[in-house]
């Protein structure tokens, strides 16, 4: 790695630190927050959802979506769609996969395991982009709350 890479991978090590602290929206198979109520019932989807064929589904859809935005939006190291398809698929094994879009100031992130993925900080546009393609992948996309 030579000296400009390096000032590059900590700009956007800084970048992605500062949008996590951002406001955030999240791209979910559900369309909205589960009650306390009905947690019980939720737990037991979310086993039997990361057990099965689902998650791996599930991620095909996640991994669809970044690769369509991809042609409106730059992700950070320029990744094919191949390499897109890979970082999701391998998400459930190395932990999870980020995915910067340094001109918009935006960042998509999926943890192992998690049932959807989070955008940070997205601009009205990207946001209403992400809406549409999450709609074509019968995806939902609402405003995140901090617990």
Partial sequence: MNMEQTIMNQ?????????????FWVVDFLPERVSAERSKQYFAVEDFCCKGQYINQLYQHFAYLIIKLSC???IF??????EI???INNCLS?????FLFPADDT???LNSGDLYMTVYNPNEHF???????????????RRGEKL
């Fill in 11 to 23: 700009n956007s090590e800084n970048q992605i630190e500062r949008l996590l602290e951002k406001p």
């Fill in 94 to 98: 190395k932990g999870y996969a980020n």
């Fill in 85 to 87: 398809f890979d970082s």
């Fill in 72 to 74: 409106y939006f730059v």
């Fill in 77 to 82: 190291g320029n990744p094919s769609p191949n």
């Fill in 127 to 141: 946001l209403e982009m992400v809406k549409s393609l999450a709609t074509a992948e019968g995806l939902f996309v």
């Fill in 107 to 109: 960042l998509i992130t």
